[in-house]
């Protein structure tokens, strides 16, 4: 199993989880965003996004174009929660999370970007 795959798999299990954490609105995403000042339908949205990129990352095992084009759209998601974090001026140990999923994101993306050509 290459890299990339165990990263991949890694990521899609903590999006899938906090993804639909954030769907069916536990206890810990919603007090989360309620600290970020952000509307429950938010929440919701930001979930759906987080597993379209679960989606991409598990196709991407076979086409690994798209697990790069997912590690784009889920970094750019973790530089938007790593923000939000910023904007409430929560100490950068709340964003820490948000910033290594977004490393780990992007380095998918570098993996895999030889390959992206040829989803076109």
């Not at 598990?58 to 904007?87: D, E, F, T």
Request: with cysteine.
């Amino acid at each position: 199993m290459t890299l990339s795959i165990v990263l991949q798999l890694l990521l899609s299990f903590i999006f899938l989880m906090t993804g639909f954490g954030k769907i069916l609105g536990t206890k810990m995403q919603i007090e989360s965003f309620e600290h970020l000042k952000f509307k429950k339908e938010f929440r919701v949205v930001t979930g759906l996004a987080q597993l379209v990129g679960v989606i991409g990352l598990i196709i991407g095992i076979w086409y690994p174009g798209l697990a790069s084009l997912s590690g784009i759209w889920l970094g750019i998601i973790m530089i938007g929660a790593a923000a939000a974090h910023i904007r409430v001026k929560d100490p950068f140990s709340k964003a820490v999370p948000a910033v290594v999923l977004c490393i780990v994101a992007f380095f998918i993306m570098q993996l895999n970007i030889s390959e992206l050509t040829k989803l076109f």
